[in-house]
């Protein structure tokens, strides 16, 4: 991809905020290139495995059963 | 009855004076909501419920004198934050943008806590949205911590963790999305607890992240901390037989030098190893363990969280973004800009950051660890103590038991010199609050001395 078209892109999801002074600009664009380099780390993690979603977590939660709060007081 | 000593009682304590008729609710409320007015200026509530919670209160006595107690609740005073849903009483979510938002029903949360007795006494004050750990919130002021107004309480559920250790409420239902339970639990001085993830209802409560978002009970206590999430969790716990002097013993203590126990203060990590010699000399056994992905969890959940709250929001910020705060304004554009392959990345490496939490957590039973790298900072401040970051820094110890949805408790261990609470964190594997509360218990007995959990600010 050349730079032009790189700089397109930039803008062009900069520019789905509307409103943003220059200086908000510089701090948000920082702060996704950031968030965007911690991403390098991540990608290898996820290489080769599925989508976590919270259902599957939430399976770990199912309540015991038996006595409900209470009875034992 | 000194009137302190009932407003900062256990629960127990509490029912006992109620059911034996030396107390009213009436009363306790009325006694409760003195409190929280004459400590208005810590800006812990956003909405005091004044006469309805005497109503309420009212409606409790008279059921108890026909001879009805709802449950180990009844007639007892508690607040929620304010962006879990209460019928008839305006949730803002800490936000203008929800000001004059009053839901039609109450968070099945709540409708738990009200079924067994008790009595909302208000809505504590929150960060904007449940964006942020500072609880420096623009439309509502800044929740002062009340060991030093000068400090900030901690958030996001800092008007929770404040009303609790300035004595007012036996409990609070907090939200936790990166540690917003425990760490104003930690900067407080009160136990707070995030069990696993989708164990309590997220009904009703306005979400931020909703595969990060946990919802935990707030106490003084650790015993009041377990009823309450009983009764919000809607199971029971094992009950322990007796005390014994070794409580712990076959307990698998595990120690995660690497990374919880990296640039900690001095004072806080001193504190904290005092209180793991304490769990081992209640029979705790030490493990040493070391989960490199843990060095990524950061990573993944920021990226979800950025996500998911700015999809949330997405169309108030982008139609009344005058009416955010700034932070939380960044924050959620911030989100927009996630492309949806690292949303996906992150939710892929998350599946194997909690294998390997899983793994290791077979080898302990329960980690220990700080809970926040430095005690409370001041209002306005950017960095903690040791240096870091104020968000990424508070954000840092708590968040690993948020991307891996495991439960987690903080409770009072100890002070800094200047007098600021210091928090001690314990996390378990899926499911095992049991476990969790239990060690968390024998702590809190063990420290009797003394005794963090009853040590009170100048309020």
Not at chain 2, 174 to 181: H, I, K, L, N, Q
Not at chain 2, 298 to 306: D, Q, S, V
Not at chain 2, 362 to 382: C, K, N, R, Y
Not at chain 2, 426 to 441: H, I, K
Request: charged content about 25%; hydrophobic content about 40%; proline content about 6%.
């Amino acid at each position: 991809m050349s730079s032009e078209n790189e700089d397109w892109l930039g803008e062009a999801a900069l520019g789905a905020v509307r409103g943003l002074r220059d200086e908000e600009k510089k701090r948000l664009s920082a702060r996704l290139a950031s968030v965007r380099d911690s991403m390098k780390s991540l990608r290898a993690a996820a290489s080769g495995e599925e989508p976590l979603f919270p259902s599957e977590l939430e399976r770990e939660a199912e309540p015991e059963s038996g006595p409900q709060p209470g009875d034992a007081r | 009855v000194n009137p302190d000593d009932v407003a900062y009682a256990p629960i127990d304590a509490v029912a006992s004076l109620l059911s034996h008729g030396e107390l009213s609710s009436e009363e306790l409320v009325g006694l409760h909501l003195e409190r929280a007015h004459s400590q208005a200026e810590l800006n812990a509530f956003i909405s005091l419920l004044d006469e309805g919670a005497i109503e309420e209160a009212r409606r409790s006595d008279d059921e108890r004198r026909r001879g009805r107690v709802r449950g180990p609740l009844h007639g007892i005073p508690l607040t929620a934050k304010d962006l879990v849903w209460a019928k008839g009483v305006r949730t803002t979510s800490g936000s203008k943008i929800f000001a004059g938002f009053v839901p039609d029903r109450d968070a099945p949360v709540l409708a738990r806590l009200r079924a067994a007795g008790a009595v909302l006494l208000g809505k504590t004050n929150l960060h904007e949205l449940a964006y942020g750990v500072s609880n420096v919130n623009p439309h509502y002021g800044p929740v002062r911590n009340p060991w030093d107004r000068r400090r900030i309480s901690g958030g996001s559920s800092g008007g929770s963790a404040v009303s609790l250790a300035a004595g007012v409420g036996y409990g609070s239902i907090g939200t936790d999305t990166g540690g917003s339970v425990r760490i104003p639990s930690a900067l407080c001085g009160i136990v707070g607890l995030k069990p696993t993830y989708g164990a309590i209802s997220r009904e009703g409560v306005t979400p931020l992240s909703w595969s990060l978002d946990h919802v935990g009970p707030m106490a003084r206590r650790v015993e009041d901390v377990a009823l309450l999430f009983e009764v919000m969790a809607g199971r029971n716990l094992p009950r322990r037989a007796k005390s014994s002097p070794a409580p712990l013993s076959g307990t698998r203590l595990g120690i995660h030098g690497r990374y919880f126990f990296e640039n900690v203060d001095e004072e806080v990590s001193v504190t904290v190893e005092r209180a793991v010699a304490a769990l081992v000399s209640l029979g705790g056994e030490i493990v040493e363990v070391d989960v490199p992905e843990v060095a990524i969890q950061g990573a993944c959940r920021n990226t979800i969280a950025f996500a998911e709250a700015a999809s949330f929001h997405e169309e108030d910020l982008r139609n009344r973004p005058e009416e955010l705060g700034a932070d939380t304004r960044e924050l959620l554009r911030l989100g927009l800009l996630i492309p949806a392959t690292d949303y996906l990345a992150a939710l892929r490496a998350r599946r194997r950051i909690v294998r390997s939490f899983r793994n290791a957590f077979a080898a302990f039973d329960v980690l220990v660890a700080p809970m926040t790298p430095s005690a409370a900072p001041e209002i306005g401040a950017s960095v903690l103590d040791n240096g870091e970051d104020l968000r990424a820094g508070l954000l840092r110890l708590a968040s690993p038991f948020n991307t891996t949805g495991f439960p987690a408790i903080s409770l009072p261990c100890g002070f800094t010199g200047d007098g600021r609470p210091i928090g001690l964190q314990l996390a378990a594997a899926p499911g095992q609050e049991g476990r969790l509360l239990e060690v968390a218990l024998a702590y809190q007995e063990s420290q009797s001395e003394a005794d963090w959990s009853m040590r009170r600010p100048a309020v």
